[in-house]
């Protein structure tokens, strides 16, 4: 199939011109009028290359840039303006991640030549991500193997997690960054000591107090590597809790991103399931019930009798509802205003952010 490229303009002349300037080649081109529509495009199918105006009403250009790049992180993006001062051209680049900037008028041969070099860049992104599944994966095997009672366990909540995120109905390049989050969650723990990781004794304080640094350490591997913030956020925001008791932020609530509040669900319920050195295996329904006993403490409330509910019904998303729930809309809500926040240096330095 040909690249598809999106165009995003609010003047009607500047989205007929750029369609003529690519008549002659073999993408696939585009158009919309302004950011909420271009973001249904960008749910809806692959988009090779975005280029959008800064300037429109509603939400700019660059919120545009900053929202695909959670929605849709292998697209290319370009921006494209009047005005290309330095903290414009600045913001778009570090914040917004734009490939490369285009001032207006432009030149037809430079256009092309950019839109061109953007699909190869877009088609070496893919062609890497197709190999992430089986390197990521490799990854959390190779994480378990410090401790042997927890073989499986990334699996156990990727699959869990993604019967979540099937039931809220979330985007496709959400779902798989929960995958991936969900196989690298504790990531971070390839740096803890196996004589803390498999004691089956109560930690004391000091082993706390390393243990809990791993949300911390596993985010930090995975934001150099330049993976998408919903994957960092999960692997950092994983413990926290619903009541703000967890760690490391002490976040509550709705501040925890909903990734995270997923894996949440789906990291506790594996736990209190499966063997370990230091509590043994509860039964399902023994589980289920403890799951209901953390809503609203540890864990999202609403999300996890969404998952009580699968587990009652077989697992099947069409348990949920009849099409949808509230809780539903509410956890895509979060993606629609610019996707999932990133983590900032000042989190990450435990500051008030």
Known sequence: MPDTILFVDDEENVLNAVTRVFSDTDLRILT???????????????VSVLVADNLMPGMKGMDLLKAARSLSPDTIKI??????????????????????FIVKPWKNEELIATVHEGVERYRVARSRRREDDSV???LAETIELKDPYTRGHC????RYALMMADALRLPEGIRKDIRYGSWLHDCGKIGIPENILNASRKLDGEELAVIRLH????????RKACMSPTVVNIIRYH?????GRGYPSRFSGRDIPVEARIVAIA???DAITTERPYSSAHPDESARAILRSLRGKRLDPEITEIFLGLLAHG????SVGENDTEASGRARDEYREGGSREVSETQFRGEEA
């Open 155 to 158: 699996e156990r909540v990727a």
């Open 32 to 46: 919309a009028p302004d950011a909420a529509r271009a973001l249904e495009v960008l749910r809806r199918e692959p």
């Open 267 to 269: 990291d506790t319920y």
């Open 315 to 318: 697992k099947s998303d069409d």
């Open 215 to 222: 949300p911390d350490w596993g985010a930090e591997v995975a």
């Open 136 to 138: 990521l994966h490799a």
């Open 239 to 243: 413990h926290e809790q619903f009541d």
């Open 79 to 100: 921006m494209m303006t009047a005005f290309a001062d330095l903290p414009t051209v600045m913001e778009a680049i570090n914040r917004a991640d734009a490939f490369r």
